[in-house]
């Protein structure tokens, strides 16, 4: 049977000054045979069943104002089965990458990243040395930019903090569906984007770039009337934090642990 191992690391942020003056650790505490779990993440797309991926390791960063996982971040300095570096293949290329767009809850306290291992199988961890770091930003001084009985049939652009919003272009195929925001800037910064008409926020039905840290866009139903209120959520100041990667044999136990449970409902 194949499985899919899911390694939780805790980061515990006692407060943003604690988090950046003290080295962090990153542990692991857990894995499952089952990815049933990511069905909770705060994402658009559900995972509606387990899904067996003997290529894919799956960490959980657990701490405070998290707003994103840096693209490309990942450095590997171990990657060893049974002993053997399988870092690059033979013609000098790394042999793993991130997996899906890395995923931040919307509160903040938790980050999901998955490291895809292109040609290398593995069936069981005790034999899977990883050692590495990853960058996550972390926010300080929420703000927010609100606009109210915005018109949408007029071209606009809101400036938020490092943030621009402006509607997207209608296409023959979504002009009459859906209303479209295409966001600018400094992704990193970016929380959350809700558009309303008449107190009631609109249905967020599809959102692209989110693996982007420049530009990302936002579909929702369109509005019964062209005047929306907009709210635009951000982190004025946004940190680069390193975050150590690590697994090793001496932590693997299978302590029957219900990920969802550990690492709660996004």
């Given at each position: 049977m194949k499985l899919k191992f899911i390694a939780l690391l805790l980061i515990n942020f006692a407060g943003m000054e604690a988090a950046l003056s003290e080295p962090m650790r990153a542990e692991l505490v857990a894995y499952s045979e089952c990815s049933a779990w990511m069905a909770k993440l705060d994402s658009k797309e559900k995972t509606q069943h387990c899904i067996w991926a003997d290529h894919t390791l799956?960490?959980?960063?657990?701490?405070?104002?998290?707003?994103?996982?840096?693209?490309?971040?990942?450095?590997?300095?171990?990657?060893?089965?049974?002993?053997?570096?399988?870092?690059?293949?033979?013609?000098?290329?790394?042999?793993?990458?991130?997996?899906?767009?890395?995923?931040?809850?919307?509160?903040?306290?938790?980050?999901i990243l998955e490291i895809h291992f292109k040609s290398t199988e593995f069936g069981r961890l005790s034999s899977v040395v990883v050692e590495g770091t990853v960058e996550l930003s972390v926010g300080e001084q929420l703000r927010t930019k609100e606009v109210d009985s915005l018109n949408i049939d007029d071209k606009f652009s809101i400036q938020a903090g490092p943030i621009t919003a402006s509607r997207s272009a209608p296409t023959k195929y979504n002009q009459s569906k859906s209303l479209g925001f295409d966001l600018i800037g400094n992704m990193n910064a970016f929380v959350s984007l809700i558009v309303s008409e008449d107190s009631r926020a609109l249905k967020n039905i599809g959102s692209w770039g989110l693996g982007d840290d420049k530009k990302r866009s936002y579909s929702f139903?369109?509005?019964?009337?062209?005047?929306?209120d907009v709210r635009l959520t951000y982190w004025a100041k946004v940190r680069q934090v390193t975050v150590p990667i690590s697994l090793s044999p001496k932590h693997i136990t299978n302590t029957g642990i219900n990920a969802s449970d550990t690492i709660g409902k996004f």
């Amino acid at each position: 049977m194949k499985l899919k191992f899911i390694a939780l690391l805790l980061i515990n942020f006692a407060g943003m000054e604690a988090a950046l003056s003290e080295p962090m650790r990153a542990e692991l505490v857990a894995y499952s045979e089952c990815s049933a779990w990511m069905a909770k993440l705060d994402s658009k797309e559900k995972t509606q069943h387990c899904i067996w991926a003997d290529h894919t390791l799956t960490f959980v960063v657990n701490g405070e104002n998290i707003s994103a996982l840096k693209g490309g971040s990942l450095r590997l300095s171990k990657f060893e089965l049974d002993g053997n570096d399988l870092r690059y293949d033979r013609l000098g290329n790394e042999t793993y990458t991130m997996g899906i767009a890395p995923l931040v809850d919307s509160n903040g306290k938790y980050a999901i990243l998955e490291i895809h291992f292109k040609s290398t199988e593995f069936g069981r961890l005790s034999s899977v040395v990883v050692e590495g770091t990853v960058e996550l930003s972390v926010g300080e001084q929420l703000r927010t930019k609100e606009v109210d009985s915005l018109n949408i049939d007029d071209k606009f652009s809101i400036q938020a903090g490092p943030i621009t919003a402006s509607r997207s272009a209608p296409t023959k195929y979504n002009q009459s569906k859906s209303l479209g925001f295409d966001l600018i800037g400094n992704m990193n910064a970016f929380v959350s984007l809700i558009v309303s008409e008449d107190s009631r926020a609109l249905k967020n039905i599809g959102s692209w770039g989110l693996g982007d840290d420049k530009k990302r866009s936002y579909s929702f139903t369109k509005p019964l009337d062209s005047k929306v209120d907009v709210r635009l959520t951000y982190w004025a100041k946004v940190r680069q934090v390193t975050v150590p990667i690590s697994l090793s044999p001496k932590h693997i136990t299978n302590t029957g642990i219900n990920a969802s449970d550990t690492i709660g409902k996004f």
